[in-house]
């Protein structure tokens, strides 16, 4: 056993033991580690498919975030407070998952990764539909009050951006795989820089370029290809929309010619079968990727932002 094993196998049993002073007895194991590999504790699935791809085998990444669960209110257990103790590193974005940040602040002492000191985060209301109609429709539900849109995943040359860092810092917490990460990084870069010239190809030429959507998530794609997002409530999508605003989406849809309102994998799609009625238009799944669904089907990022560059095609009559 080399003394980084050692070092480890100690500093796990010892948080392990204070866990348990700190908890009692919850009927949950303490999280366990691995002392071969570095232990990752990620706060939702992009960065679960980031670290993993950078990783390797030379990591073992936990999600917080339990698929087909919606992780902006996930509540952490004694058990994932532990994992979050044990980490050593915790790969989360700051803002996105109140009960993460807060166990982080406790106990994530210098083992954290904040992706949002990476990239910096667009306001809230970045990539939304340029209204030209005059000031007689009510907007209030798309004001941001400085608020700050979280879903930077959903631009691939920024996820890229935010791997090569988390290659570092892998890299910083085992140095004797660095070089392994930085090439894995670069991999997924170029990965993803195909991914975004799909998307910039593929959304060249549209009928439309207004996408309804649930909730306003896709202001980082709508930006990097050239979209206008019109969002039925703001950034949380478990937000109840105004009857103003339902009108205001509404009439909006019906003079942009929309043919597909677009809901989400994990929430509810009630509201945007009302808009679709309404201006007869269809639904369809556009996927802001916070989680996978239960299901999987052994999907990951990739094959979900491609599913995504299809539905748009289709929904905006792209040649």
Known sequence: MTFRTA?????????????????????DEAAGNDPERVDVVAGFYPLQFLAERI????????????????????????????????????????????????????????????????????????????HDHGDDHDHSDEKSDGAKDPHVWLDPTRLATIGDKLAERLGA????????YTQRAGALRTELEKLD?????????CQRREIVVSHTAFGYLAQRYQLEQIGITGLSPEDEPSPQRLA??????????????FFETLVSPKVAE??????GAQTAVLDPLEGLSAEGGGQDYLSVMRTNLQTLRTALSCS
């Open 197 to 205: 010239t799909e998307f910039t190809e593929g959304l060249k030429t």
């Open 55 to 130: 990783g390797g085998n030379a990591v073992a990444v936990t999600n917080l975030a339990r698929p087909g669960a919606e992780p902006h209110d996930l509540e952490l257990n004694p058990r994932q407070v532990g994992q979050i103790i044990d980490a050593e590193l915790i790969v989360f974005l700051h803002g996105f998952q109140p009960a993460v940040d807060e166990a982080i602040e406790q106990h994530g002492g210098d083992h954290a990764f904040d992706v949002a000191e990476v990239e910096p985060l667009l306001d809230a209301t970045a990539g939304g539909h340029d």
């Open 248 to 261: 205001t989406v509404t009439e909006e849809a019906r003079e942009h010619g929309a043919t597909t309102i």
């Open 173 to 180: 917490v085992d140095p004797d795989h660095a070089d392994e």
């Open 7 to 27: 070092s480890r196998a100690l500093a796990a049993a010892t948080a392990a033991l204070a866990l348990t002073l700190v908890t009692g007895c919850t009927g």
């Open 274 to 279: 009302t808009i679709a009625r309404e201006v």
